[in-house]
């Protein structure tokens, strides 16, 4: 790391831009003190352009994440489906920034954006900027609708992120432990999450990711119906390859039915249609 930005007697310690890059672009002041920069090394790397003023107490890095640099500025963390999305969690829509902040903080209220008020589950740090994952689940639970907050915590359990385990013994509220009592690591991606819940109902065996024919099926329904559900990535030589296993399970036995996005999003009446009248002919059991 370089040290410019050292000197009148001060020991040769990376730069106070590379202490704040390397701490995630934003820092608290009093983070770099206790690293051992002077006020006057600061305000050195400040004038100079080095590092900028978030607010008083706080510096970024030019070119800092935006989302980090509001969540100083305005003394809240980033949290609930926000985060879960820079996570890399499904989220099955974010209509804006969502935040979270102790209740009678006094913080200034993001511009355009949601704040949650609440204790959090799991402390938070006072130089934290972003939520632990735990409160984050927390919240999406008691923010979305059901089926898009066990989206979430599906995809949180499929990529590990969390312990199911280590969720169990934390003190949920009743709607997070609900959805944690259903959600299953198997997913493949939020639309499957959507569909189990909503074909429960019938009272057959539904199985996600199952291993047929040398590839993995969404969802098998009894024993030989086949649901499967296209993404955007269905395309091109993965559309050719989907042709050909659909060959193959009809060769064994299987019926495939092929749902795309939308249908799920916008049309589930058609999905569960086909479902209940494939259901009806007895194409889920073994002949």
Not at 54 to 62: E, I, S
């Amino acid at each position: 790391m370089n040290s410019v930005d050292a000197g009148d007697g001060e020991p040769a310690t990376p730069s106070v831009a590379a202490y704040v890059q390397e701490d995630g672009g934003v820092t608290r002041t009093r983070s770099l003190i206790r690293a051992g920069y002077s006020r006057h090394r600061i305000e050195r790397a400040l004038a100079g352009g080095a590092v900028f003023r978030v607010r008083k107490g706080w510096v970024a890095a030019p070119g800092a994440d935006a989302y980090l640099v509001a969540a100083a500025r305005a003394g809240v963390v980033v949290s609930c489906v926000t985060q879960a999305r820079r996570l890399g969690l499904w989220v099955f829509r974010e209509d804006r920034s969502h935040v979270a902040a102790p209740a009678h903080s006094g913080c200034a209220t993001p511009r355009g954006a949601t704040v949650h008020w609440a204790k959090p589950l799991v402390p938070r740090h006072p130089d934290a900027l972003v939520d632990p994952i735990e409160n984050v689940l927390v919240l999406v639970a008691a923010c979305q609708p059901f089926e898009a907050a066990f989206a979430v915590w599906e995809s949180a359990l499929r990529q590990a992120i969390v312990d199911r385990e280590a969720m169990e013994r934390l003190p949920l509220p009743a709607v997070a432990r609900k959805i944690l009592a259903a959600a299953l690591p198997f997913s493949d991606s939020g639309l499957e999450s959507f569909v189990v819940p909503r074909l429960a109902w019938m009272k057959i065996p539904l199985v996600p990711q199952v291993w047929l024919a040398g590839h993995r099926v969404d969802l098998l329904i009894g024993e030989r119906l086949v649901l499967q559900i296209d993404g955007g990535h269905h395309v091109g030589e993965q559309r050719e390859s989907d042709i050909e296993h659909d060959a193959q399970l009809t060769l064994l036995g299987y019926h495939v039915i092929r749902i795309g996005y939308w249908q799920i999003v916008e049309r589930w009446h058609t999905v569960q249609d086909l479902s209940m009248r494939a259901v009806a002919q007895g194409l889920h059991r073994t002949r």
